[in-house]
């Protein structure tokens, strides 16, 4: 028997504790198993709980790998020859499988990955592409679907990236690529990174309100929105207003076009903008899914700025480090997600 998404705490705290911990170690599935184990001494909710974490990982991983073979099956259709790298455990934390590429030019690969769904921040029909795509070899794209489900491309490395370059491009366009490089000017404002684009998979968000404890009245932002799903399904569950920022306006129009066929216009509000535009006046709820590094930025500058009964909500699966310690923390296990939720008031 599992349960869809287990909140707010396990009967024993050091059963939270150590699936949170186990979390951050990225074993999960290992400290599930052992703790199951010694079953007899868990309290029968616990042991639902760990088996539950067990079983997510589980799917995670099997849902992973069939979507791999999927896009995999759909890309050798296209004539782009690709496999399917295996993980060494067949559980996984979240949905992420990879493809490695024959050759060194994933474009074709890329621009299929589009047309199924997946977010690619560039266009590939750039000089920047192909600076990106010759200096590295691998981008990882993700899908806008309920999982938010990752797909890793690995393809071979360029060794002689620049002379590759010079080739396919006349000196002329590389040396006006550099001019505009240098003429333009520097940001404005301090900007700080908050990731690409990693979707709050929708099975952990009725148990992540839960957990901020939103109400009809709150005013929740979500600093670097995304595809505008968390506001999507704090309005439509809960009926709060909701404020996005976003930095890409690729991702805004994606955003406001789910809000319209959501019919959610009159709740709901998409920035342009970037996360230092937002002053933090505005909100009852921030909620944070971004780098550690960014909510040690974010959360002591936030704040002071909340009202009395404002708070910040994040979530994620590495350890908070030097960020400033939250009121409350609980790992959250889904049917086949799962996070570690934190909450700031
Ligand atoms: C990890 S995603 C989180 C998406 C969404 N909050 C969710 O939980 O589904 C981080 C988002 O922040 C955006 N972003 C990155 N840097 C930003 C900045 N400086 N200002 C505003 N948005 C930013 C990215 O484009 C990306 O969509």
New binding site residues.
């Given amino acids: 028997m599992t349960r869809p998404a287990i909140h707010p705490r396990a009967h024993d705290a050091a059963i939270d504790d150590a699936l949170r911990a186990a979390i951050h170690d990225d074993r999960l599935y290992e400290v599930a198993e052992t703790l199951l184990a010694a079953a007899g001494r868990l309290h029968p909710d616990d042991a639902l709980l760990v088996d539950a974490a067990r079983r997510a990982c589980l799917r995670i991983g099997e849902q992973s790998l069939a979507l791999a073979h999927s896009v995999a099956d759909g890309l050798r259709d296209a004539s782009i020859p690709c496999a399917v790298e295996v993980a060494e455990s067949r559980a996984l934390q979240y949905h992420l499988c990879t493809l490695s590429l024959a050759g060194d030019d994933p474009t074709g690969a890329v621009d299929w990955l589009k047309s199924a769904g997946f977010w690619c921040?560039a266009s590939t029909d750039t000089l920047h592409w192909e600076s990106f795509r010759l200096r590295n070899s691998e981008l990882t794209m993700c899908r806008l679907d309920d999982a938010?489900s990752c797909l890793r491309l690995r393809w071979q490395a360029s060794r002689k990236a620049g002379r590759a370059l010079a080739l396919r491009y006349p000196l002329k366009a590389l040396r006006s690529l550099l001019r505009r490089v240098r003429q333009r000017p520097p940001p404005a404002i301090d900007?700080?990174?908050?990731?690409?684009?990693?979707?709050?998979p929708r099975a952990l968000m009725p148990a992540l309100f839960e957990f901020a404890a939103l109400r009809p009245e709150d005013v929740v932002v979500?600093?670097?929105?995304?595809?505008g799903?968390?506001l999507i399904e704090a309005a439509r569950r809960v009926g709060c207003r909701g404020i996005g920022?976003?930095?890409?306006a690729g991702?805004c129009a994606v955003a406001r076009e789910r809000i319209s066929e959501a019919g959610l216009g009159d709740r709901i509000q998409i920035r342009h903008?970037?996360?230092?535009g937002f002053d933090g006046s505005e909100a009852t709820v921030i909620?944070?899914?971004?780098?550690v590094r960014?909510l040690s930025i974010l959360v002591p500058e936030m704040l002071p700025k909340l009202a009395p009964s404002g708070r910040i909500i994040a979530h994620e699966q590495v350890a908070l480090g030097e960020v400033v310690a939250p009121d409350r923390s609980a790992p959250l296990i889904g049917d086949c997600a799962l996070t570690v939720a934190h909450l700031w008031r």
């Fill in positions: 921040p938010s900007t700080v990174s908050l990731g690409e684009l990693r979707g709050t979500d600093i670097g929105c995304g595809d799903r968390v920022i976003e930095a890409q991702l903008d970037d996360s230092r909620f944070l899914f971004v780098p960014a």
